[in-house]
């Protein structure tokens, strides 16, 4: 056989293996991958809650990557928002509540969702809003009585949340103010990760 014609042979072998790749390649789902494990020490110390009425695709995914890391959700029923048993169970420090953007949008002006927002967060829980319209958690702590206004976030923030932490004033006085988390990442783990550094914030 011809040397050039080997040559050929070869190139010919080479280029179909790369249009094979990159056919395999292209058929392969895209999946949002976070390059480490997230630290969840300190969200370990906290008793997750969760609302969800409405299907979100980030949502659902983030709360099953919570119970792979070890750390159990318990579902809560919109219904029974404001009952004696919910507020005693999520109005502690270590309460961790999460909800979807549009959950807490639905809800803003609802009585109901600012009584207990109000009264959870004054007792120290943190609350977050992931996907959807994440920024009116903010509209519905405002018409709650919790923040005086604030910094919206931009519209592609997917996860929003709130905490209010103590600080102490000049002369010796303590107040509450708000510790505010805007996350831009629609990869669970980032948000988990997120979150566990929004917790030890100093």
Same mark, same amino acid.
């Given at each position: ?33 976070? #390059? ?142 708000? #510790? ?23």
């Amino acid at each position: 056989m011809p040397v050039y014609t080997t040559r050929k042979f070869i190139l010919l072998l080479i280029i179909s293996a790369l249009i094979g790749l990159a056919v395999v390649t292209a058929s392969l789902p895209a999946v949002n991958y976070y #390059s480490r494990a997230p630290s969840t020490s300190a969200l370990k110390t906290q008793v997750v809650y969760y609302f969800a009425e409405d299907s979100n695709p980030l949502f659902s995914q983030t709360v099953a990557r919570l119970e792979t890391w070890g750390i159990p959700a318990t579902r809560l029923d919109s219904s029974q928002l404001t009952t004696n048993q919910t507020l005693r169970m999520t109005s502690t420090p270590d309460s961790f509540i999460l909800f979807t953007g549009d959950w807490i949008a639905s809800r803003v002006n609802e009585n109901q969702t600012q009584t207990f927002l109000f009264h959870v967060l004054s007792k120290g829980a943190k609350v977050v809003a992931i996907e959807g319209q994440t920024g009116a958690l903010f509209d519905a702590l405002t018409n709650a009585h919790v923040i005086n206004g604030g910094t919206r976030p931009q519209a592609y923030s997917s996860a929003t949340g709130c905490r209010l932490k103590t600080g102490t004033g000049q002369y010796g006085g303590t107040y509450l103010y708000p #510790s505010n988390l805007y996350q831009n990442t629609t990869a669970p783990d980032a948000l988990i990760q997120g979150w566990n550094d929004w917790l030890t914030r100093p």
